[in-house]
């Protein structure tokens, strides 16, 4: 009987992370940090759909997920009075199962209300549909420390995601990639830039120049301080 309840529990706690889809409604992710970046998001989707520049009502992005290679990656939380730049993209569910799942093991799904979505490109969203974002496991959630710092190489992958996704903005009040930093919590001194040893292992960043522009004028005091590995 022990064993059966331990089964039991361990399929609600898996629910509760990865709630049970509606196939028969287009299914939507929101992305937020490596996500928004095309080339990224493809490693795990390639068949997703193209990413398209939101405002997302009712969650706070911030550096507060402590991961695997000694780094605070991005993560999101529940907050009814804070809105982020994001992207949202159409995936396509393998055997009623979302393939971002496997991806984002350090998170937990949950469901955005589409009333809180605003697409600035101009497009609209189908009248019925199902959004999802992944949250941190809060287990996992810490600020940036010595031990657990931002890494450089994953904030080209942020930054560039918001650099594609300006492109296709049609707002001419919105700084899209200004908005993604500003929307952004916990930015910290623990912060090392390793562009020549990525933590982890991705190539060399050919936006690295426009990228850091942006990081000099938005984040000037804190970008001064981060230290090369």
């Known amino acids: ?6 089964v039991e529990s361990q399929q609600t706690d898996t629910e509760k992370c990865h709630p049970p889809i509606d196939p028969s409604q287009p299914q939507y992710i929101v992305g937020y940090g490596s996500l928004m970046e095309l080339a990224s998001k493809k490693i795990s989707e390639p068949d997703a759909g193209i990413n398209l520049p939101v405002l997302v009502s009712g969650f706070q992005r911030s550096w507060n997920a402590h991961g695997t290679f000694g780094t605070t990656f991005l993560g999101a939380r529940p907050s009814a009075s804070q809105q982020m730049a994001a992207a949202l993209y159409r995936t396509f569910p393998t055997d009623g199962k979302l393939n971002a799942d496997a991806r984002e093991r350090s998170y937990c799904r949950a469901a955005v209300d589409p009333a809180s979505i605003t ?8 009248p ?3 959004i999802w974002i992944y949250v941190t496991k809060p287990e996992l959630v810490g600020a940036p420390e010595e031990g657990h710092p931002i890494t450089q190489s994953y ?12 492109e296709q903005v049609t707002e001419p009040d919105i700084d899209f990639v200004e908005q993604c930093v500003r929307t952004t919590d916990g930015w910290s001194k623990h912060w090392v830039n390793d562009r020549i040893f990525p933590r982890r292992p991705f190539m060399y960043q050919p936006r690295a120049w426009e990228i850091d522009q942006f990081l000099h004028r938005l984040l ?5 301080t981060v230290r090369i590995e």
């Open 1 to 6: 009987m022990r064993g059966i309840k331990a």
């Open 119 to 126: 697409l600035l490109d101009g497009s609209s969203l189908e």
């Open 128 to 130: 019925r549909c199902q």
């Open 155 to 166: 904030v080209d992958i942020f930054i560039t995601g918001a650099l594609e996704l300006q």
């Open 220 to 224: 000037p005091d804190l970008f001064e």
